[in-house]
Structure formats: structure tokens, C-alpha cells
Antibody, heavy 117, light 107 residues
Framework: QVQLKETGPGLVQPTQTLSITCTVS????????MQWVRQTPGKGLEWMGF???????EYNSEFKSRLSISRDTSKNQVFLKMNSLKTEDTGVYYC???????????WGPGTMVTVSS | DVQMTQSPSYLAASPGESVSISCKAS??????LAWYQEKPGKTNKLLIY???TLQSGTPSRFSGSGSGTDFTLTIRSLEPEDFAVYYC?????????FGSGTKLEIK
């Protein structure tokens, strides 16, 4: 069955870089777009960006300058990296499988990230 | 960006009752609206997409309606497992945007 699971650092210091891994099973990353969504106290649910089945990416302009999404298809993993973290980036980060056109048919449980010194 | 306004933010109802949740878009999104259910300890669940199409496995007591800018999620004859938080999301254009959520609690 389809499963997704995010793994993150839990706590990140301000100005540092966040790295989260999404490990999937039950489907191929070469057949589906993969999305990243976060939920913060200040802005609720926010779409961050996606990586296409072919490997190209698109980002929300809110994050474009500091966000990077990549993948390793051999390991069934998708990666999110975001730099220059601020306290407002504290929240739960989700990976989700995209179903055209642009909704999410499976989500991971999310990983809580706290940005604090 | 399309702003999604969801209401109410909080709703209390009893099992067996019917409830409706509204989601309004700041501009037309055709019928491209999805509804999700969020419950503690579970992954977010897609209920409805494209305004009114039930995702496989969604009970028939859930229904979605609307087009353009106004959409409604209706749950008929509430079951105990329906008490959760519900979110709408427009999937007409990028950036994808979400409503702020409706918490449905037991009265």
C-alpha cells in the first residue's frame, strides 16, 4: 500500500538549513509528482513546492529563494532543503503524493520542526 | 494568489445531525476544490476532489458541491469518527492554497 514518511531534525537554529527526507513505498517516484506542504501557527497550511515525475521542480515564490527539492529514485526518497530559517518557519512539514490536477491523495504523517536557539 | 475563506472555524454538532462547511475562493476556481480531513494520529485524508467527486473509500454521507467561487462540504448523519478538522484546498492554479480549517466537535 502507499505510504509516505517524513524524517526531520526536530530542532533547527535560526539562520540554519532545514533538511527533511520523505521516504515512500507502494509506488514509484518516476510516475508521480511529489509535493511539500507545511502547517505553521501563523499561516496555516501552505503549499511549498513539488518535484515532477521527470525530476524538474516548481516552488512557491514565498520560498523560492531558499527552498530546494530533490530526490533519489533508487532509494524512493524525496528531499526538502530550506535555508535561512526563521522562528516563523516553525511548524509541521508534510510530503504528499500529487494527483493531477494538483490535489493530494496520500500524505505523510508530517514532521514537526522547531526553529529556536 | 487565490485566497480561500473557510467558515465556520468551529462547529459543534451531535451524532446523527447534518452539517455544512463553506469554502469561498477569491476568484473563480471552476470546480477544482478538494476537501481533506485531519485527525490526531492519522495522516490527512482526501475526501473529495474536483468539487464533488468522492475519493475512493469516502463514505457516501460526505458530499461536496459548488463551482466558481462558492463551495460546500456537507456531512449527513454524523458518525463519531467524523469529528475532526476539515480543510478545503483549491487545485485550479498554482500556488495551491488552503482554507484555514473547520474544527467539528461533538456537542
Amino acid at each position: 500500500q502507499v505510504q509516505l514518511k517524513e524524517t526531520g531534525p526536530g530542532l533547527v537554529q535560526p539562520t540554519q538549513t532545514l533538511s527533511i527526507t520523505c521516504t515512500v513505498s507502494g509506488f514509484s517516484l518516476t510516475s508521480y509528482y511529489m509535493q511539500w506542504v507545511r502547517q505553521t501557527p501563523g499561516k496555516g497550511l501552505e503549499w511549498m513546492g513539488f518535484i515532477r515525475s521527470g525530476g524538474s521542480t516548481e516552488y512557491n515564490s514565498e520560498f523560492k529563494s531558499r527552498l530546494s527539492i530533490s530526490r533519489d529514485t533508487s532509494k524512493n526518497q524525496v528531499f526538502l532543503k530550506m535555508n535561512s530559517l526563521k522562528t516563523e518557519d516553525t511548524g509541521v512539514y508534510y510530503c504528499a503524493r500529487d494527483h493531477w490536477p494538483g490535489y493530494f491523495d496520500f500524505w505523510g504523517p508530517g514532521t514537526m520542526v522547531t526553529v529556536s536557539s | 494568489d487565490v485566497q480561500m475563506t473557510q467558515s465556520p472555524s468551529y462547529l459543534a454538532a451531535s451524532p446523527g445531525e447534518s452539517v455544512s462547511i463553506s469554502c469561498k475562493a477569491s476568484k473563480s476556481i471552476n470546480t477544482y476544490l478538494a476537501w481533506y480531513q485531519e485527525k490526531p494520529g492519522k495522516t490527512n485524508k482526501l475526501l473529495i476532489y474536483s468539487g464533488s467527486t468522492l475519493q475512493s473509500g469516502t463514505p457516501s454521507r460526505f458530499s461536496g458541491s459548488g463551482s466558481g467561487t462558492d463551495f460546500t462540504l456537507t456531512i449527513r448523519s454524523l458518525e463519531p469518527e467524523d469529528f475532526a478538522v476539515y480543510y478545503c484546498q483549491q487545485h485550479n492554479e498554482y500556488p495551491l492554497t488552503f482554507g484555514s480549517g473547520t474544527k467539528l466537535e461533538i456537542k
